[in-house]
């Protein structure tokens, strides 16, 4: 049996992870799951990974056993490079690398030679959502995605106006649900794993979803 310490901020980003895990790596896992509650922000997300990896670290060593963080970038400069995008709040401008914050954690609680950890691990930070790698998934072009989460939110009309935002990520993804046979979230969230077909082709249209990739695959 292989297990899978899953920290992420909702039950849809899990059903989503373990199935694109499972595509990836051809094995199958029993969750563990560590939640981090939505919207609480970078900083107890690094309180809650350096829990994870503190009982990891204190467990030892554990054959078929990996963990993996995942949270969104939400307009953050984006890993390697750290572009920002143009025009964004001083809120969001006075982000950090989230790749970064986050390394910098398993660095200081394992090692940075990462084939000194206990159990393998990854860093999973869609840009600019999950929902844009479901999209993507879904057909639609990475030029073309937008940057926040809803319209109907205050930071998306203020990066608008004065024209009225259009459908932002997850707005897309619900129409997405609506026109197919699926009728809930974890549904979508299921199926998009499922019909991960070319991981490859998603790395080449996704970075952030490359750099995934990459960390998954040395669990192999």
Not at 13 to 29: I, P, Q, R
Not at 128 to 152: Q, V, Y
């Amino acid at each position: 049996m292989n297990y899978l310490y899953l920290l992420t901020e909702d039950d849809n980003d899990d059903l989503f992870y373990e199935g694109c895990v499972e595509k990836l790596t051809g094995k199958s896992y029993s969750v563990l799951n560590r939640r981090i509650r939505k919207g609480s922000g970078i900083s107890a997300v690094r309180s809650s990974l350096r829990l994870l990896l503190q009982d990891i670290r204190r467990t030892g060593h554990l054959e078929n056993t990996f963990f993996l963080v995942a949270i969104d970038n939400d307009r953050a400069p984006v890993h390697p490079k750290h572009p920002q995008i143009e025009g964004l709040s001083r809120s969001d401008r006075s982000k950090q690398c989230r790749v970064c914050e986050l390394q910098e954690v398993l660095n200081v609680e394992l090692d940075t030679d990462r084939s000194e950890w206990p159990i393998r691990g990854a860093i999973a930070i869609p840009v600019e959502m999950l929902e844009s790698w479901l999209l993507l998934i879904c057909g639609h072009r990475s030029d073309t995605l937008p940057f926040f989460g809803r319209k109907a939110q205050t930071i998306a009309k203020k990066y608008y106006s004065p024209k009225s935002p259009p459908d932002q990520l997850k707005d897309l993804c619900n129409q997405e649900i609506q026109n197919s046979s699926v009728g809930s979230m974890a549904e979508f969230c299921l199926t998009c794993a499922t019909d991960l077909l070319d991981p490859d082709d998603l790395a080449t249209k996704s970075p952030s979803f490359a750099h995934f990739k990459t960390q998954i695959e040395t669990w192999i």
